[in-house]
């Protein structure tokens, strides 16, 4: 993630809000954490190699009654590895070795709803719910080789398999079925508060309404979204 992306998100966010702005308390700041939840469920033929943290601007407004709206956009980054052979069967057929490297990236555009309950002088416990849009995008890099059998004379036994004709390209992810998904989350926290700074743990559940990674070619070879995402995140606003 570059952070002039995230210097946009915030910029639009902050525009986006202006009958709100002016009416009651706002904090601004970020969020930051890791993956409790994996975000992909893989077999043995992909492998993950990504970092599991998800980072993102955030706003929040004063509401009355202790209740505060919340808009948010996480960023979370998804890599994985895959590699397979296909080996001719005759002469005439090709078989394929390749591997492949995909990189996607995800902003989950969410609005929450919170409500406060004083615990303490300068401690409060909150519970939200609220909607999130995800969307994602991604890369694949792929390269390999043509597979043929060698068909000049040789010893006895199975002709030897060579490699022939190198490729290499890159394309959208085969597996990347749905750019744009959304979902549903609960999640709870407590917040501390010292002047103008403000310091929200949180754990943060969202079931999503369908799978944006799908591939299933056979037990081995299977590769899917994780419909239910887990945060722990740790957020630092500044009030004005």
Same mark, same amino acid.
């Given at each position: 993630?570059?952070? $002039? ?6 910029? =639009?966010?902050? %525009? /986006?809000? &202006? ?7 706002? +904090? ?21 190699? $990504? ?6 601007? =955030?706003?929040? %407004? /004063?509401? &009355? ?7 948010? +956009? ?167």
């Amino acid at each position: 993630m570059h952070f $002039s992306n995230l210097l946009c998100l915030t910029f =639009v966010l902050f %525009v /986006a809000m &202006p009958p709100l702005l002016s009416a009651q308390t706002v +904090a601004f700041g970020i969020k930051v954490g890791p993956e409790a939840t994996e975000s992909i469920l893989a077999s043995s033929h992909y492998q993950r190699s $990504s970092s599991r943290r998800v980072i993102g601007p =955030v706003f929040e %407004v /004063a509401l &009355p009654r202790t209740f505060a709206l919340e808009a948010g +956009a996480l960023h979370r980054q998804v890599e994985y590895h895959e590699s397979n052979i296909v080996y001719p069967v005759s002469p005439a057929d090709l078989g394929e070795e390749r591997e492949s490297e995909t990189t996607a990236h995800s902003w989950e555009v969410a609005l929450v709803l919170k409500k406060y309950m004083d615990v303490g002088s300068h401690v409060r416990a909150y519970a939200d719910a609220g909607f999130s849009g995800r969307h994602t995008s991604g890369t694949t890099h792929t390269q390999g080789f043509i597979l043929q059998l060698k068909t000049t004379p040789g010893p006895p036994g199975p002709p030897p398999v060579m490699r022939t004709m190198p490729f290499s390209y890159d394309g959208s992810p085969p597996e990347l079925k749905r750019d744009w998904v959304g979902g549903f989350l609960l999640g709870g926290g407590l917040a501390l508060k010292y002047r103008f700074v403000g310091l929200q743990p949180e754990l943060r559940y969202t079931r999503w309404s369908a799978e944006t990674f799908r591939r299933s070619v056979s037990p081995n070879q299977s590769l899917r979204s994780n419909k239910n995402s887990l945060d722990v995140l740790f957020g630092v606003t500044f009030r004005r």
